[in-house]
C-alpha cells in the first residue's frame, strides 16, 4: 500500500472524558460517541489532521482502492512524483468528515489536497502543478524530491 | 518535458464519448431548455465574469448516474479577471458563483480558469478522468439528484 491511514481522535468537550479513535481502516467504533461531538471539535480535529503529516489527501477510497476518477487521478500524480507517504482519509466512509472538511476547506468537492498544513487544491489543479512544473517545486519546499528529478536526470 | 499521466486505472469505453464536439458557449444561440442546470451555471459564469471564452459540458453521462442527470459537470472559463491571480484563487471564484448549484444538485465540477492571453497559448479543454464507479450508491449523490429533478 503505498499510503498511510492515519487514525484521528475526537474528544467530547462537555467534560466526560470519552475518546473516540479511529482506527486505521477508517470505521468509526462508536458513532453515539461522536454525535455528541460538537462541529466545532470536528473543524478544530481537522485542523490538527491536515497539520500532522506534510501530505494529506480527503478522497473517495482509498490509494489502493479509489473509488472516483478524480480521487483516482490524485493518487496517481502523487505516485508519479514518488510521493507515496501521506495520510489519506476515506470520505466514503464518513459522512461526517466528508461535509466537515468541505465546510473547514470551504471547497465544495472531493479530492482536497493539503501541503504542510496548507490547502493546495483539487485533483484540477493538482494536475495543472503538476503539468507545468510547480508540484515539483512545491515539493521541494516540503522538502521532497520528486521522482521525476530523478527519472529525468537518468534520461540525460 | 514532464511525463502525462494516465488518467484511466482500467481501460473505459466512455472515452470514445469525449471526441463529441464541444458545445461552445455563442451568447446569440438559447441553450437547450430541457437542461435547466447547465442552463444556469453558463448564465452565472456570464455574469460574473464576461468571459472571452466559456465552455459548459455536461459529463454526468461518465459517471454512475441516471440518464439525463445533471450532477457532473466541466467548465472552462477564460476571462481577463483572472490575471495575476493564482489557480486557487481562480477556482474558488467560480466556486462562489456556483455555490448554490454545489450545494444542491451538482456532485462534481472541474474547472479550468485561463487568462485570455493562457488560452491562447493552449487552448485545450482538458478531460476529465474515467468515473470509477464512486457515485453508485453513493445516497449523498443520490439526494443531489432528487435535488435537481425537484
Known amino acids: ?77 502523487l505516485r508519479m512524483h514518488g510521493v507515496d507517504n501521506y495520510a489519506s482519509y476515506n470520505v466514503l466512509e464518513d459522512q461526517e468528515l466528508r461535509e466537515g472538511v468541505k465546510v473547514f476547506s470551504n471547497w465544495p468537492t472531493i479530492p482536497q489536497v493539503y501541503f504542510n498544513g496548507e490547502f493546495v487544491g483539487g485533483c484540477d489543479i493538482l494536475l495543472q502543478m503538476h503539468q507545468n512544473g510547480d508540484l515539483v517545486e512545491e515539493l521541494k519546499k516540503l522538502g521532497v524530491r520528486s521522482a521525476l528529478l530523478d527519472t529525468e536526470k537518468e534520461a540525460k | 518535458m514532464l511525463p502525462s499521466i494516465s488518467l484511466c486505472a482500467r481501460p473505459v469505453t466512455t472515452w470514445l464519448s469525449l471526441t463529441r464536439p464541444l458545445a461552445h458557449f455563442r451568447p446569440h444561440m438559447d441553450p437547450d431548455p430541457s437542461r435547466p442546470v447547465e442552463r444556469t451555471i453558463r448564465t452565472k459564469l456570464t455574469n460574473v465574469f464576461q468571459p472571452e471564452h466559456l465552455e459548459v459540458h455536461n459529463e454526468s453521462h461518465m459517471h454512475a448516474v441516471p440518464p439525463g442527470s445533471e450532477s457532473h459537470f466541466r467548465v472552462v472559463v477564460v476571462s481577463s479577471q483572472f490575471e495575476g491571480l493564482p489557480l486557487i484563487q481562480r477556482h474558488r471564484l467560480v466556486n462562489e458563483a456556483l455555490k448554490e448549484e454545489l450545494s444542491s444538485c451538482v456532485h462534481a465540477l472541474a474547472i479550468k480558469a485561463k487568462t485570455p492571453n493562457q488560452w491562447a497559448s493552449d487552448p485545450s479543454p482538458g478531460k476529465s478522468p474515467s468515473c470509477m464507479g464512486g457515485s453508485r450508491g453513493d445516497h449523498t449523490v443520490e439526494e443531489k439528484l432528487k435535488a435537481g429533478r425537484e
Open chain 1, 1 to 77: 500500500m503505498n499510503s498511510l491511514i492515519r487514525t484521528t481522535a475526537r474528544c467530547l468537550r462537555s467534560g466526560a472524558a470519552v475518546c473516540v479513535s479511529r482506527p486505521a481502516h477508517g470505521r468509526v467504533w462508536s458513532a453515539s460517541a461522536r454525535l455528541l461531538c460538537s462541529a466545532a471539535d470536528f473543524q478544530k480535529d481537522l485542523g490538527e489532521m491536515v497539520k500532522k503529516d506534510k501530505v494529506v489527501v480527503f478522497m473517495k477510497g482509498t490509494p489502493a482502492q479509489p473509488m472516483c476518477g478524480f480521487s483516482n487521478a490524485v493518487v496517481q500524480i
